[in-house]
């Protein structure tokens, strides 16, 4: 079992704490490996944000997403740039309202769920940027690899003191969604 | 010309961002390629945390520090388990008081600065948990890799806001401190 996950977007919307999280969560809670890396390079000066999670139940040799099983995008120019990695039949989550340009002839061969995630966030706990721990609830229904449990250890872990409660928040309306998201009634 | 460098310590003494802030210095601020890596496997039950980040002039094949040019050693543990990959001749920072067992045989091929960096830090801005930031000075100025005022905004980019100043003082603190090692007078 090897599992490729990519969280992407711009600075500042926290992709790295994300992914640090869905780590943390696999390897500490589930009992599994977990390699958790950011690539930077020249374009990292445009303000490109990417971050990656390889999960696996042995010792994992290669630690790069080159074809991950389930992508995130939060910014068009992610989208743009990485959209065509996701393996076919793969989980894509695209924050709708930052990426107004898609790719439909990429999108059918995806399980794709486009939601307005910053508006959500900010009606759930007043604070956009919660917006990336409400991915990671998300993103968890819908990956069925990691437990409620052990991610909101994780989150908990990971957070700044004083945000748990809401951040707790943003991930629970993460998984309600999720929890919709499969029964198809999004 | 690659450079790799390792934090290591128990969770919540925050190498992780100390890295992320080292990676994102080196290729947002200074136009290298940066990766920078956690691995977690079972043994991060036990608390133990490591964090890695490699620098390059060119695209990064490799993501892993095998042997650090530079090593910061925050616990015991770590301490044990990673100071024997440290290149020779490379440099190992330690926390002097959470590492009271010492190998003299495996320093003496080192360049090794032992310090009581939790305690520095909690004298310099009133909290302890700015001592990765510290470091993350000390290492600056004794690696000679990155500029001050390259890590000096990748550290504005990664603190939690309202704590920049705080932090700023951390990593000058660092700086001095790491001016101090590199002229013999510490």
Known sequence: MRREMLFS?????????????????????????AVQTQAYGPESRGGASKAEVVISDEPIDYPKALSPDCAVFFSQEAYDKYLGLVKEGGIAIVEKDLV????????EKLRVYALPLTEIAEETTGLSLTMNI????????????L????????????????????????????????????????
Do not use: C, M
Not at 9 to 23: E, K, M, N, Y
Not at 100 to 107: Q, S, T, V
Not at 153 to 181: M, S, Y
């Open 100 to 107: 107004p340009h898609r790719r439909p002839e990429l999108e």
């Open 134 to 145: 409400l991915t990671v609830g998300l993103l968890t229904k819908l990956s069925e690899i």
């Open 9 to 33: 977007g711009f600075g500042g919307q926290g992709v790295i704490l994300a992914s640090v999280i869905v780590g943390r969560a696999a390897a500490v809670y589930e009992g599994l490996y």
């Open 147 to 186: 437990t409620e449990e052990s991610i909101e250890k994780a989150v908990l872990d990971a957070v700044p003191r004083g945000t748990e409660q809401l951040n707790l928040k943003a991930l629970r309306k993460g998984f309600e969604l999720g929890e919709k998201a499969r029964k198809g009634e999004l």
